[in-house]
């Protein structure tokens, strides 16, 4: 069982930052990839960023790059989501998850790969 809480989500003038927060609880849940996804209104879900378990190896989408950071520090059972230099095209809600594969090396981009997700913190961006 793993269960995950996503925080840190709100409402920013565009050029600013927010940090999102991930608190997660499971027995092996510092040997799981994760991942950050966002959805807006009327779009489909897409991948934002991620990170393996093995050496923190990250990967992001080409439309995050330079500003996001992800990281995760698993002494405090959190991944979290740095974003900077805000784009009102970054509104949406985002989801962290978490994929069952204990031990893994890879990095995972595809949502359908992900087995645990939270429920959800929105980021709203104005212009």
């Known amino acids: 069982q793993v269960q995950l809480v996503e925080s840190g989500g709100g409402l920013v003038q565009a050029g600013g930052s927010l940090r999102l927060s991930c608190a997660a609880s499971?027995?092996?849940?510092?040997?799981?990839?994760m991942g950050w996804f966002r959805q807006a209104p009327g779009k489909e879900r897409e991948f934002v960023a991620a990170?393996?378990?093995?050496?923190?190896?990250?990967q992001y989408a080409d439309s995050v790059k330079g500003r996001f950071t992800i990281s995760r520090d698993n002494t405090q059972h959190t991944v979290y989501l740095q974003m900077n230099s805000l784009k009102p095209e970054d509104t949406a809600v985002y989801y962290c998850?978490?994929?069952?594969?204990?031990?893994?090396?890879?990095?995972?981009?595809?949502?359908?790969?992900?087995?645990?997700w939270g429920q959800g913190t929105q980021v709203t961006v104005s212009s």
């Open positions: 499971g027995r092996t849940f510092s040997a799981y990839p």
């Open positions: 990170i393996s378990w093995s050496y923190s190896q990250t």
């Open positions: 998850a978490a994929k069952n594969e204990v031990g893994s090396i890879g990095v995972y981009v595809r949502g359908t790969e992900y087995d645990y």
